[in-house]
């Protein structure tokens, strides 16, 4: 079984920057990270999929954040740009060994790491 540990949280001003990390027991086919805001349902943030590379983002945060993995393919990233209040939450990596195309679904994905808090706040 895959297990994942995020880190990389914080408090930050609107308009700052965080790095997440996300590291994984093994490789696993698509990895993703989801956020939830207090009071508020989960919600994919952006994947990736080991196998191609290939990224996709949350409307919401496209063009500010990315994701990565690195070169062992068990680390994955979130660099996020430019964080505004709506960002705030917590961040949560998810893995599946499956090449998830409809990548937004939670149910989806069997493994998940413990979260880690992100607010933005001035």
């Known amino acids: 079984q895959v297990q994942l540990a995020e880190t990389g949280g914080g408090s930050v001003q609107p308009g700052g920057s965080l790095r997440l990390s996300c590291t994984a027991s093994?490789?696993?086919?698509?990895m993703a990270w989801f956020r939830q805001p207090p009071g508020k349902e989960r919600e994919g943030v952006a994947a990736?999929?080991?196998?191609?590379?290939?990224?996709h983002y949350a409307e919401s945060v496209q063009g500010r954040f990315t994701i990565s993995l690195d070169n062992a393919k068990t680390t994955m990233y979130l660099q996020m740009n430019n964080l505004e209040p709506e960002d705030s939450g917590t961040y949560y990596c998810?893995?599946?060994?499956?090449?998830?195309?409809?990548?937004?679904?939670?149910?989806?994905?069997?493994?998940w790491g413990q979260g880690t808090h992100v607010t933005v706040s001035s």
């Open positions: 998810a893995a599946s060994r499956l090449y998830l195309r409809i990548w937004a679904l939670a149910d989806q994905y069997r493994r």
């Open positions: 093994s490789v696993s086919t698509t």
């Open positions: 990736i999929y080991s196998r191609d590379g290939v990224t």
